[in-house]
């Protein structure tokens, strides 16, 4: 990150690079950005070289500059797109990182003057609190985001949605059983579908990780690595296996061979441990596929028309999340399942689904969700 006089803004990428090991890209990316953003505010104020001597007006003022279009502190009107709670949220949410970072490492006070004490009785928790492992109240911020009452719902892909996808990916061509296609961005996008991983555990994947069945079920083994060469992460660096269905099996034997015969033309070695997710057609090739190529290809997709206007791969992730939950699996194998730390953060997500009959009867999703089927046409 760099000022407006193009110097590295040394604090925080210290920060970031005490946690790089830790977060995902995203995440980083997303830290950074909020950071940014407060480092921009400060400079306009003047206050950038005072930024280890800040308290709780500096802080209000930023919230109060975001929302305004990043212009002024105070507005009579408010302006057309001003952020979501939700994003102003995660903007202080990294902001006292920073700062309580830098207290603990090098006492930098500002922290302190943000915070108060642990509420003295613990708020209600929901009715399955007592299955996650979380402790007692912590320190809460004195600068707070005042948000809707109801949490809006996660985007969903219907099952239709998800098989438009994945045709417009690549399609079977011929009794031969032969690919027309991008056969890779089919695998992706089929692994983000039956698997609910997250695009980084999914671009983090070698073909080791994929374990065919042998007469057993296969699975996918999300394993925590600090050098993948894409930077790929697994968040929170926890471990886990997903079971998957015959079809997405096969789907991944056809890529393999597909990927076998690539190498072979390209002269190019692989092994169990190279990357499943590569480049084939442009350089470098064979080298592992970055979150750019996806956010390309989802965007070429999307202007063609294929899926919602708007989505994004992480609808893979909640779409799997609620077909699991009206096919009637319980939240703590669902929880398991995504990765999730506690099983609180499932209900709070997906608690919505136990409740709409409507949707249930409407989108069909056992159907779908048995056997997590693939239609491939063969």
Not at 68 to 88: C, F, H, I, M, Y
């Amino acid at each position: 990150m760099i000022d407006e006089k193009y110097r590295t803004v040394a604090p925080v990428e210290e920060w970031l690079e005490a946690h790089r090991h830790l977060w995902s890209p995203n995440t980083v990316r997303g830290y950074a950005t909020s950071l940014a953003q407060w480092w921009t505010f400060l400079e306009q104020r003047g206050e950038a070289a005072g930024w280890a001597d800040l308290g709780v007006p500096a802080v209000a003022g930023f919230l109060s500059w975001l929302r305004n279009g990043r212009t002024v502190e105070n507005a009579l009107v408010d302006p057309e797109k001003a952020p979501s709670p939700e994003t102003l949220e995660a903007r202080l949410a990294a902001l006292i990182s920073f700062y309580r970072w830098q207290e603990a490492v090098f006492a930098v006070p500002v922290a302190g003057r943000m915070m108060r004490g642990a509420p003295r009785q613990a708020p209600a928790r929901g009715l399955l609190a007592h299955l996650d492992a979380r402790g007692t109240p912590g320190p809460s911020s004195l600068v707070r985001v005042r948000r809707h009452r109801h949490r809006g719902r996660p985007p969903l892909l219907l099952p239709a949605e998800i098989q438009a996808i994945l045709d417009g990916c690549a399609t079977p061509d011929g009794p031969a059983g032969e690919w027309a296609g991008n056969l890779r961005d089919r695998l992706l996008f089929a692994l983000l579908a039956e698997t609910g991983m997250r695009l980084g555990e999914a671009l983090g994947l070698r073909i080791c990780d994929f374990v065919m069945g042998r007469g057993g079920t296969p699975y996918v083994e999300v394993v925590p690595r600090g050098d993948n060469p894409n930077g790929a992460r697994v968040k929170m660096m926890r471990p886990r296996r997903v079971y998957v269905g015959a079809d997405l099996e096969r789907l991944f034997a056809d890529y393999l061979t597909h990927l076998a015969c690539r190498a072979a033309e390209l002269g190019l070695p692989i092994g169990t441990d190279s990357p499943l997710l590569v480049n084939l057609t442009r350089p470098p090739l064979l080298a592992a596929m970055r979150e750019g190529t996806v956010r390309d290809k989802t965007a070429a997709l999307r202007k063609k028309g294929i899926g919602p206007s708007a989505w994004t791969p992480h609808w893979f992730r909640h779409s799997h999340a609620t077909a699991l939950l009206l096919a009637g699996t319980p939240e703590w194998v669902v929880s398991r399942r995504l990765g999730h730390a506690h099983v609180q953060t499932t209900l709070d997500l997906y608690g919505w689904v136990r409740e709409d009959e409507a949707l249930r009867a409407a989108a069909n999703w056992k159907s779908y969700i048995s056997a997590w089927q693939v239609t491939d046409g063969r």
